[in-house]
T-cell receptor, first 116, second 112 residues
Framework: DAGVIQSPRHEVTEMGQEVTLRCKPI?????LFWYRQTMMRGLELLIY????????DSGMPEDRFSAKMPNASFSTLKIQPSEPRDSAVYFC??????????????FGPGTRLTVT | DAKTTQPTSMDCAEGRAANLPCNHS???????VYWYRQIHSQGPQYIIH???NNETNEMASLIITEDRKSSTLILPHATLRDTAVYYC?????????????FGTGTLLAVQP
């Protein structure tokens, strides 16, 4: 299994531009998570999906952020317009729910976003 | 979810056991203890989890006190590659939510 795949690995963009981050979860996993990590705020959960449906988006910082999961094998996180304070590493993770005990989350390598 | 308290940083000599403590004094009866680690420039990696019994896998051992108010992650023979931030997370397994709330963790530095 290739694990969780994220693209691009690095993104540099100018303030005001639209940024789209992509994630392919592990096949068969029914949960998908988007996290953001900065030095100041640590690792924050932005949104997560179950069976392609957004369950909790309370961590999405503002309306400039949106996430979609059109099918079980693909998700996007979009920032429009981007701002310098959005600079961070964005991680995608997936997991498989399993009754009483929820299985662990598997994280992708992350996308390092720099907004100038 | 219950909150956890971990030391900010720890050192360990290579080849020795690394014992990472975590306090979770407000843990509820149906909450599990999870440990993840994050090696520099990588995504977090699951290590182990447990409810009340001690657990062991190929990576580590988890010792949970009888009152469940604290736990210790043990890396039996630490290597330089174990240098990472280790996160202790307490949460309900299954149910309506599948969220992990990461704190600040413990930076373990394995010294040669």
């Amino acid at each position: 299994d290739a694990g969780v795949i994220q693209s691009p690995r690095h993104e540099v963009t100018e303030m005001g531009q639209e940024v789209t981050l992509r994630c392919k979860p592990i096949s068969g996993h029914d949960y998908l998570f988007w996290y953001r990590q900065t030095m100041m705020r640590g690792l924050e959960l932005l949104i997560y999906f179950n069976n392609n449906v957004p369950i909790d988006d309370s961590g999405m910082p503002e309306d400039r952020f949106s996430a979609k999961m059109p099918n079980a094998s693909f998700s996007t996180l979009k920032i429009q317009p981007s701002e310098p304070r959005d600079s961070a590493v964005y991680f995608c993770a997936s997991s498989l729910s399993g009754g009483v005990t929820t299985y662990e989350q598997y994280f992708g390598p992350g996308t390092r976003l720099t907004v100038t | 979810d219950a909150k956890t308290t971990q030391p900010t940083s720890m050192d360990c000599a290579e080849g020795r056991a690394a014992n990472l403590p975590c306090n979770h004094s407000t843990i509820s009866g149906n909450e599990y203890v999870y440990w993840y680690r994050q090696i520099h420039s990588q995504g977090p990696q699951y290590i182990i989890h447990g409810l009340k019994n001690n657990e062991t896998n190929e990576m580590a051992s988890l010792i949970i006190t009888e009152d469940r108010k604290s736990s210790t992650l043990i890396l039996p023979h630490a290597t330089l590659r174990d240098t990472a931030v280790y996160y202790c997370i307490v949460r309900v397994a299954g149910g309506a939510t599948n969220k992990l709330i990461f704190g600040t963790g413990t930076l373990l530095a394995v010294q040669p």
